[in-house]
C-alpha cells in the first residue's frame, strides 16, 4: 500500500493575476501513463509510474479540519489534476471511497460538494459499476476535449475523440452532470510562420474546435452541462525550453511569456479562438453563456471576450 505523505486536499493556485475559479485539489494519486506532450507532470516531481495513496485515515482527518474551518457550504473538488481521475481500476475504486467520505462528513458539516472527475480516457464502463448517488455530493463527469488530429498528434495513448464523446452520452446515466474542458487548445497544424499561415492555422483550429463542440451537443442534453471551460495551450517555461529543443510541434513561434511565468499565444490569438468559440456555444444554446469559463486566463481576457468572472462553486449554486 503506498501512503501519501503530503496532503491530500490543497487549495489550486492559478498563478499570479490568474483568475481563481475556487476548486480544491484532491490528490489521490500522483503521475499518469498516457503520456501526452504538453502534460506539466512530466515536468513535476512526480513519481515516473502512477502511485495511488490509500491511507484514506489521512484524508478524513484533512477534511474535517477543512469543513469546521470554513463558513462556505459548496465546495468543489477536482480529482484529475495530479492524474487522470480514471486512469485505472484502482484510482476508480479508491475515488468511489472518497466520495463516500466526503459525503458522510458533508452531511456532519452541512455542506454541498461537487466533486469532478476529469478524464482522457474511455473507461466510463468501470464508472458505470459503483453507484455515485450519495447525499451532499455531486458528481461531474468531466472529459477533456481535442479534435482527433491533435489527439493524434499530442495524446497518443489516449481514447479517441469518438470514445470521449461516447463516454459523455454513457455518464448521464450515472450523473447529470457533465463539464466539459476544451483544454489545452492547440493550434495546429500550423500552415505557415508568416501572417497569412497563421491566420489561416487560427481559423482552422476554431472550425476543429467548433466541430468537436458540435458532437457534444449531438450526445449531451445541454440541461445536463455543468460547465464548459475554454483554455488555450500554456507551457512553463522549462517546458517550453525543452518541448523547443526537440522541435515540438507545440512549440509555436507567437507564443509570450506571460506574468504568471507561462508562455501562452497572444492576446489577440487568444481572445479570437474564445470569442469565436464562445459564439458558436451561444448560437447553439444562448442559456450555455453563463456556464462558460476559462480556465488559466487573467481578467482581462475575460473582459475582452465579454465573459463575467465566475468561479467553480458559483456555477454549482443553483444545481439540483
Ligand atoms: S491524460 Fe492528463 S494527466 Fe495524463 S498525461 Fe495526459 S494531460 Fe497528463
Given at each position: 500500500m503506498s501512503i501519501r505523505k503530503t496532503e491530500f486536499i490543497s487549495k489550486y493556485y492559478y498563478g499570479k493575476e490568474v483568475v481563481d475559479l475556487d476548486e480544491f485539489i484532491v490528490s489521490l494519486a500522483d503521475s499518469c501513463?498516457?503520456?501526452?506532450?504538453?502534460?506539466y507532470l512530466k515536468f513535476s516531481?512526480?513519481?515516473k509510474k502512477p502511485v495511488v495513496y490509500e491511507n484514506i485515515e489521512e484524508f478524513i482527518k484533512e477534511i474535517d479540519e477543512l469543513f469546521k474551518n470554513s463558513e462556505e457550504k459548496i465546495f468543489y473538488f477536482h480529482f484529475g489534476e495530479t492524474t487522470d481521475s480514471l486512469l485505472s481500476k484502482k484510482h476508480i475504486q479508491l475515488l468511489y471511497k472518497f466520495c463516500e467520505v466526503i459525503s458522510e462528513r458533508s452531511k456532519v458539516y452541512s455542506k454541498s460538494c461537487f466533486i469532478e472527475v476529469r478524464?482522457?480516457?474511455?473507461?466510463i464502463s468501470q464508472l458505470t459499476k459503483y453507484n455515485f448517488n450519495f447525499d451532499n455530493l455531486k458528481l461531474i463527469y468531466t472529459t477533456s476535449l481535442s479534435p482527433q488530429n491533435i489527439i493524434d498528434a499530442f495524446e497518443k495513448k489516449t481514447s479517441t475523440l469518438e470514445e470521449r464523446i461516447s463516454s459523455l452520452k454513457q455518464a448521464q446515466s450515472i450523473t447529470k452532470l457533465i463539464g466539459i474542458r476544451l483544454e489545452p487548445i492547440i493550434i495546429y497544424p500550423?500552415?505557415?510562420?508568416d501572417y497569412e499561415g497563421i491566420k489561416k492555422s487560427v481559423l482552422n483550429t476554431i472550425k476543429e474546435y467548433n466541430e468537436v463542440l458540435k458532437k457534444v451537443f449531438d450526445v449531451v442534453?445541454?440541461?445536463?452541462?455543468h460547465s464548459i471551460s475554454l483554455s488555450t495551450l500554456r507551457l512553463t517555461k522549462k517546458q517550453f525550453k525543452v518541448l523547443k529543443e526537440k522541435k515540438?510541434?507545440?512549440?509555436?513561434?507567437e507564443m509570450t511569456l506571460c506574468i504568471d511565468g507561462k508562455f501562452r499565444y497572444s492576446r489577440p490569438i487568444r481572445t479570437t479562438i474564445y470569442k469565436e468559440l464562445i459564439n458558436f456555444i451561444k448560437y447553439h444554446h444562448t442559456n450555455l453563456l453563463e456556464k462558460i469559463i476559462l480556465s488559466f486566463e487573467f481578467k482581462y481576457i475575460w473582459q475582452d471576450c465579454g465573459l463575467q468572472i465566475k468561479t467553480l462553486p458559483n456555477l454549482s449554486i443553483n444545481v439540483e
Open positions: 501513463n498516457l503520456n501526452c506532450e504538453y502534460c516531481k512526480t513519481p478524464t482522457k480516457t474511455f473507461n500550423l500552415v505557415n510562420i442534453d445541454p440541461k445536463n452541462l515540438s510541434k507545440l512549440c509555436f513561434p
